[in-house]
């Protein structure tokens, strides 16, 4: 939900802003500076209700004495600090403002008008950028960015950016050795800026420098969509509940039903949540009218909510919800009702234990927060909230847990199964992805520049490259091994090029994964991001456990729905 800010967060943050043009320590007693109307609204609530602009509990006294001490505590900084006169005023309120907001909770904000805006528009499905995956990859000791791949028609597509090309430079800085996301956040800008990039291109290794003009780029919340072997049908939905996310679930669902889908795997690993109303919008996909999806509890009546299903005709296919410790806020809302209606099974890791809903408010100049205002509680009534009062941040976003003294309250779901509050979604059968060991690592490193080299004629192996070595994960083919030529072929460029990291493998043993991985870069340079991914699908581990539970969550889904 979205309101206008309260009064104090108004002249908080203006008053920075305000200070290079007045007096400091300044106040005109006859007209109030930072005066702020209500702006734009912004609901979670169903049909677009809007929540009216809650009233200022800050006196016009204690508003000016705000500003007081914030302006005497900068003019001592700037007076005395060794670089005061140097000091960004907006950077040192944010810091302000952000030091403020972490002593009430983790996950109240402050934001930038850069960041604010780039918020909003992920809450829309788009981001402002050039339409480019970037990653980065060691080649030795020299860690580089580079291209994997390029949405169609987006600006990294009409400059004909292309899988491998490296990332030399952003708007004229050299980015070796910086962190990908790091290259990531320069990359990204506001929408019809322009852009200065220049490449070492994968195909030449030529040295171009191009101006790409940023725009909207569409970023789904519902990655992905296909039918898995055995007519199960598998939804990612795993970039956030944003304002499409319902309707992007139906959709996927319409087209899973016309291919013959008899059972569904919604993955919502690594989600990290986003609007409330479309988190029950997905529930209630699952969930027959009047079944309870979570009740919200605020100070203020406004907060106080109670939502239900309205779905006479719910989805009726048995339902594996795939989590991880990375779903978090709303994905944990879904998961929380699927499971106290033990409508469906859960399988992963414990999800992050984020119960708190937050409510946007615009500021000035475009700047904006996000406040905690209401706790949510499970249709079991459990808060699923972990401890956060003894202040140790990096803890908490570290799953850090001290086991002694976490408390854990029991309640129950529609079947009478034991769940508990107080940390996260706990699934109903653990499992983890398959995480990369340290030899893997280096071998995909190895195998980004082979595959980079093989697709652009630099290998001189006489043997032409046939696709039948790549799986597409729509065949069901199982065989992830590359032909015996192809293996051979890269156990020559490993010894070939400089790698220390490669020394002490013995790549016999890794054929299968080294398989994989090329058929994984292979497909991902010809066909793009989304069949590349498909391969990791087919064969990741709490995939293949849902597979094999589906009859269990078949059970589930009969007991849940004859109830109703």
Known sequence: MRRSLYLTFALVCAAAQTFSQMPLGHINDGVDLFQIGTSRSFSASRGGESIPEAPSTVSN??????????????????????????????????????????????????????EYGDFLSEEQSEYSGIGASITGFFRGQQYDTYVTSVIPGSPASIAKLSFGDRILRVNGQSTAGHDTNDVSEAVRGSAGTMLSLTVERAATGRTETMFIRRRMVQQPSVRDAFLLPGGVGYIAMTEGFNYTTANELAASLRQLHKEGAKGLILDIRDNPGGILEQAVRVAEKFLPAGSLILTQRGRSKLDN???????????????????????????EILAGALQDHDRALIIGQRTFGKGLVQSLFDGPEGTGLTLTTARYYTPSGRSIQRDYSDGRLYDYYNHRVDETT???????????????????????????????????????????????????????????????????????????????????????????????????????????????????????????????????????????????????????????????
């Not at 508003?63 to 001490?69: A, E, F, Q, T, Y």
């Not at 006489?462 to 032909?483: E, P, R």
Request: no cysteine.
């Open 305 to 331: 909510r109670v939502w239900t299903s309205t779905n006479h005709s719910p989805e009726t296919m048995p339902l594996v919800l795939l989590v991880n410790e990375n779903s978090a806020s709303a994905s």
């Open 61 to 114: 006294h204690e508003s000016r004495k705000i500003i007081s001490d914030l302006s005497e505590a900068i003019e001592v900084i700037r007076a005395n600090h060794v670089v005061g006169r140097q000091i960004d005023l907006n950077a040192l309120t944010k810091s302000a403002i952000s030091g403020a907001l972490q002593t009430l909770d983790p996950h109240s904000s402050y934001f930038d008008a850069t």
């Open 406 to 564: 976490l408390k854990r309250i029991e309640a129950h779901t529609s079947a009478n199964r034991s769940v508990f509050g107080g940390d996260g979604i706990e699934p109903d059968i653990s499992i983890t992805s398959h995480q990369m060991t340290k030899s893997e690592r280096d071998i995909d490193d190895a195998v980004f520049f082979f595959t980079r080299d093989l697709l652009n004629g630099r290998l001189n192996s006489g043997f032409s490259l046939k696709m039948n070595i790549v799986k597409t994960g729509l065949s069901g083919s199982t065989d992830s091994n590359v032909n015996d030529q192809l293996f051979t072929e890269f156990q020559k460029y490993a010894k070939s090029v400089p790698n220390d990291a490669l020394s002490g493998i013995d790549l016999a043993t890794e054929r299968t994964f080294i398989g994989e991985r090329v058929s994984f870069y292979i497909t991902l340079a010809r066909k793009g991001d989304v069949l590349a991914n498909r391969l990791n699908t087919t064969d990741d581990l709490p995939v293949m456990k849902a597979l094999s539970e589906l009859p269990r969550a078949r059970e589930l889904a009969i007991a849940s729905l004859s109830k109703h």
